[in-house]
């Protein structure tokens, strides 16, 4: 059984920094690319940011240039580093990946979500 633990969140402030983790445990063949979606209140959930196995990245255009996403493949564990936070970063962030099991099929599978809340 495979399972993403995300940790990092909480409340932040405005124009200050949060990191997020998570980590995938469980049996499986390989990590592929990983990512960050959100939701905020009221809206449909959001791609973040994703990074591929190579370490290929790719971010929304409103968050490019405050948040990075890394990963390390040794610890099976991706972050993300939020600066410059902003109000409207406020939402459940969930962690994502595609994970190929021992048979080699592939699935999507998230995390419970960890809510990031930017305020005063």
């Known amino acids: 059984q495979v399972q993403l633990v995300e940790s990092g969140g909480g409340l932040g402030q405005p124009g200050g920094s949060l990191r997020l983790s998570c980590a995938v445990s469980?049996?499986?063949?390989?990590?592929?690319?990983m990512g960050w979606y959100r939701q905020a209140p009221g809206k449909q959930r959001e791609l973040v940011a994703v990074i591929t196995n190579g370490g290929t990245t790719n971010y929304a255009d409103s968050v490019k240039g405050r948040f990075t996403i890394s990963r390390d493949n040794a610890k099976n564990t991706v972050y993300l580093q939020m600066n410059s936070l902003k109000p409207e970063d406020t939402a459940v962030y969930y962690c994502n990946s595609n994970i190929r099991d021992p048979l080699l099929i592939a699935r999507t599978y998230w995390g419970q979500g960890t809510q990031v809340t930017v305020s005063s």
């Open positions: 469980g049996n499986f063949f390989r990590i592929n690319d």
